[in-house]
């Protein structure tokens, strides 16, 4: 009987012992604020007992107050079972072959109503269950390496995947996808650019800002886009598949060194930062913006460099930060450290003694900006000249979070200061450009006429 009311409790289970209602129960809730129609949910064992839960017909999930309930009637019951059903996902002679690697996130997910958390649940053979279309785009194989939320991803998985990458390159697979969660994908996807050179074929990343069980997920277009763009692109990059505008008109594919997240919940949460996106897709069309990338070729050839020295930090620097920051860092094993510094890369003068002991011993420090995008112009002002006498060394226009993972793959080959120094400045993939774009810097601001007028244009 207890099933019946699962993770209801206190007053919550009263009101439905009352009204002789069921979890899984399809009802009628009149209620002080309007009617309200759909599925009584079970409750998070963490949750509190003054709200009943319901999946509405629309799909979202509402909780109602118990206060405002003036009655209840069940129309039906049907006990629910959120699981996506896993299917041999069928071979068409024709297609290309794409390899899915799964390594958990929001891409492959459901909703967990013991804990009320999303988790990884998913098996990457059961997206095809999710996602029927896939089966008019390529012939999809899957293995799942991982399953894991992003921020649990680190120099084991990235050396893992691209080891994995490898060998279906070796095989003949015509493009790949990984399942990614989008907290760390970037970080990711820059590791993957650095231990991959030279593809013959796409690696497309992909996940989605919402799980799969909501009207509003963007998984099920995602992973439609990205296997277009395994299959069918010329781009033999390591790339980021998400949203463009936070609408369903198009997929934008990102540099992977170039890439951010820069929203928690925004679908269209990733952003090419300091250039431009490598192209836009749809289904069926894939439009180049950039004409300059690696193309796809027939051979099964790529550079796999699995190396990463983990005793790297990144130090967001803030005013009156101490030296000890570094000293800790230093007395710990710490052999490289990136410094997000302030305007063109500065940091306070009484941090200055533990950065010329930390150079002393060895260590390599790399400077990058807060403001994201720009270069470190270091040579402007006393403060950036005094800390490159230092021996900090100007990181020209890396994303902070491209160069940890740079600095880190660097320093798994080699303790050299030339060659670190060197390494560490050419230019991989994009990750350091020449010059910005004029449209490589575009952060609109609601409100301003100009912005109002052409959001009302483009997007009513």
């Known amino acids: 009987m207890l099933d019946v009311f699962k993770g209801y409790k206190g007053k919550a ?33 963490n ?22 309930i003036i009655s209840m009637n069940e129309k039906g019951y049907k006990e629910a079972h959120y699981k996506i059903p896993e299917k041999e996902f069928p071979y068409t002679e024709g297609f290309p072959n794409v390899k899915l690697l799964g390594t958990g996130g929001t891409i492959a997910s459901r909703l967990d109503y013991r804990t009320g958390a999303v988790i990884p649940a998913f098996s990457p053979g059961e997206l095809y269950g999710a996602v029927p279309e896939l089966a008019d785009i390529c012939n999809l194989d899957t293995e799942k390496l991982f399953a894991v939320f992003s921020e649990n991803m680190g120099p084991e998985q990235y050396k893992k995947l691209a080891v994995a990458i490898g060998e279906e390159v070796k095989k003949g697979t015509e493009g790949i996808i990984i399942g990614h969660g989008t907290d760390t994908m970037h970080y990711t996807s820059a590791a993957l650019s650095y231990m991959l050179q030279d593809l013959p074929i796409p690696v497309v990343m992909v996940g989605s800002q919402r799980s799969s069980d909501r009207p509003s997920s963007d998984a099920a277009l995602n992973l439609i886009h990205a296997a277009y763009t395994a299959g069918y692109s010329d781009i033999a990059e390591v790339m980021v598949c998400m949203f463009g505008p936070t609408s369903d008109e198009y997929g934008l594919l990102h540099q992977g060194t170039r890439v951010r997240k820069m929203h928690s919940s925004y679908r269209s949460t990733f952003r090419t930062i300091g250039d431009t996106p490598l192209a836009t897709v749809k289904r069926g069309c894939i439009e180049p913006i950039k004409q300059d990338y690696n193309k796809r070729r027939k051979d099964k050839k790529v550079i796999v460099q699995p190396f990463f020295e983990e005793k790297v930090a990144m130090v967001y620097y803030y005013p009156n930060m101490q030296p000890d920051i570094i000293d800790a860092l230093v007395d710990n094993g710490y052999k490289g450290i990136v410094i997000i510094g302030t305007g063109l890369g500065h940091i306070n003068k009484p941090v200055y003694p533990a950065i010329k002991r930390a150079v002393d011993k060895g260590v390599h420090i790399f400077m990058t900006v807060q403001t994201l995008w720009g270069y470190v112009h270091m040579f402007v002002y006393d403060t950036g000249r005094d800390l490159m006498s230092l021996g900090i060394v100007p990181g020209e226009n890396l994303l902070p979070e491209t160069a940890y993972i740079k600095l880190g793959w660097t320093l798994g080959q080699t303790n050299d200061p030339e060659e670190v120094k060197r390494l560490m400045l050419t230019p991989v993939s994009r990750d350091i450009t020449p010059g910005e774009p004029y449209n490589g810097y575009i952060v609109l601001q609601g409100g301003i006429p100009e912005v109002e007028d052409f959001l009302k244009k483009y997007h009513k």
């Open 13 to 45: 289970l009263n009101v439905l012992k009352k009204y002789k209602m069921r979890v899984w129960g399809d009802c009628v809730i009149e209620t002080s604020r309007g009617l309200f129609e759909g599925i009584i949910l079970p409750r998070s064992e």
């Open 47 to 68: 949750d509190d007992d003054k709200h009943i839960v319901i999946k509405l017909i629309t799909g979202y999930n509402v909780g109602i107050d118990i206060d405002t």
